[in-house]
């Protein structure tokens, strides 16, 4: 199947702090890739959408300029929590959607462990 | 909206064989995706349905009735690696992105 790569998988940060997080498709073009947040024995919420060489659209809820998402190239997008607070800490996953696909399914990345001090 | 419901919790006994349910309420059915999470890990793909029936992959079977709004997710000779959060995910209307239930957590002992 499909690979996703995030990095880094786990960051600890101060804060105030900002934390950027990376998603690339590594065997795949990804038009299309999604951030979602998961707190401990929570379901994956969706945070947003990323689309290639537009602006990503955020869910109800989400603060755009404080999660920054940037998509620039086919394969990468990048998340970018500003200004980090305790309660920003969570497991960030990224996945990325393969049109190739025989489901048309969406693969994840590994994750993203962030805990804010 | 989507009301997506499956059980918090199950367990098992190695070697044994489970069926984790999901109910769900949407209009504009387009999908169910069952995933498997293993704590602290992200969801592995496991199979998706959108027609009526059975789908089968080793040891892995998933169910779906679109007029009873349920899907099933059998696990036949359990192993203990098999020990993980199973997540039911459903796709609606137009929206290529499926909403996910809270998972079940199975615990699989020997």
């Known amino acids: 199947g499909a690979v996703v790569s995030q990095h880094p998988s786990r960051v600890i940060c101060k804060s105030g702090t900002s934390v950027k997080i990376e998603c690339r498709s590594l065997d795949f073009q990804a038009t299309t890739m999604f951030w979602y947040r998961q707190f401990p024995k929570q379901s994956l919420m969706l945070m947003a959408t990323?689309?290639?060489?537009?602006?990503?659209?955020?869910e109800q809820g989400v603060e755009k300029d404080k999660f920054l998402i940037n998509h620039a190239s086919l394969t990468l997008s990048t998340l970018t929590v500003t200004s980090a607070h305790p309660e920003d800490s969570s497991f960030y996953i990224c996945?990325?959607?393969?049109?190739?696909?025989?489901?048309?399914?969406?693969?994840f990345g590994p994750g993203t462990r962030l805990t804010v001090l | 909206g989507q009301n997506i419901d499956q059980p918090t919790e199950m367990t098992a006994t190695e070697g044994a064989i489970v069926q984790i349910n999901c109910t769900y309420q949407t209009s504009g059915f387009n999908g169910l995706f069952w995933y498997q999470q293993h704590a602290g890990e992200a969801p592995t793909f496991l199979s998706y349905n959108v027609l009526d029936g059975l789908e089968e992959k080793g040891r892995f079977s998933s169910f779906l009735s679109r007029s009873k709004g349920y899907s099933y997710l059998l696990l036949k000779e359990l192993q203990m690696k098999d020990s993980a959060s199973y997540l039911c995910a459903v796709r609606s209307g137009g929206s290529y992105i499926p909403t996910f239930g809270r998972g079940t957590s199975l615990i699989v002992h020997p």
């Open positions: 990323s689309n290639e060489g537009s602006k990503a659209t955020y």
């Open positions: 996945s990325a959607r393969d049109l190739g696909a025989s489901t048309d399914t969406q693969y």
